[in-house]
């Protein structure tokens, strides 16, 4: 079966613009909030062999390569993502992607749901290599609320 979990919440930053294609993200990712809905599994996860939650209590991403549609919308984010100390190249492809006007918070609002697929041994984490997959999905749900300069 599927091992599923969670992070959150993230803290990060987002700067887009879309008139000059161009952008940023940052994000900071606590390892130690991470929920698989299973306690007993939370806290395997969390020890030396895997995320190593106690010598790496955060994981990054950091991107400043974002791919425009000829609309101006998102269609993927490029950066580093770090996890356990270790950096590799990370392509967000976004599943979609949309600014609006919010008509509560009287802001433009821009949201996307993002997939991307890394293998974990990479990083340092085989616990379990070959009975438990290499292969991780990894899905981003995000959503940025503009700001006044």
């Known amino acids: 079966s599927t091992i599923r979990g969670r992070f959150g919440p993230l803290n990060g930053e987002v700067v887009l613009d879309r008139s000059a294609r161009s952008g940023r993200v940052q994000v900071v990712v606590a390892t130690a909030a991470v929920s698989t809905g299973l306690p007993l599994l939370d806290t395997l996860i969390k020890q030396p062999d895997l995320l190593a939650v106690a010598d790496?209590?955060?994981?990054?991403?950091?991107?400043?390569?974002?791919?425009?549609?000829?609309?101006?919308?998102?269609?993927?984010?490029?950066?580093?993502?770090?996890?356990?100390?270790?950096?590799?190249?990370?392509?967000?492809?976004?599943?979609?992607?949309?600014?609006?006007?919010?008509?509560?918070?009287?802001?433009?609002?821009?949201?996307?749901?993002?997939?991307?697929?890394f293998l974990r041994s990479r990083f340092g984490i085989t616990h379990s290599l070959p009975f438990v997959a290499d292969r991780v999905r990894l899905k981003v749900q995000v959503e940025a609320i503009r700001q006044d300069p």
């Not at 791919?67 to 599943?95: K, N, P, W």
Request: negative net charge; contains cysteine.
């Open 56 to 117: 790496h209590p955060q994981a990054f991403f950091v991107a400043e390569r974002m791919e425009f549609d000829a609309q101006g919308q998102v269609i993927a984010v490029t950066g580093e993502f770090t996890l356990r100390g270790i950096g590799q190249s990370l392509r967000l492809v976004a599943q979609r992607f949309r600014c609006y006007f919010h008509p509560l918070l009287r802001r433009e609002v821009c949201g996307g749901d993002f997939e991307a697929e």
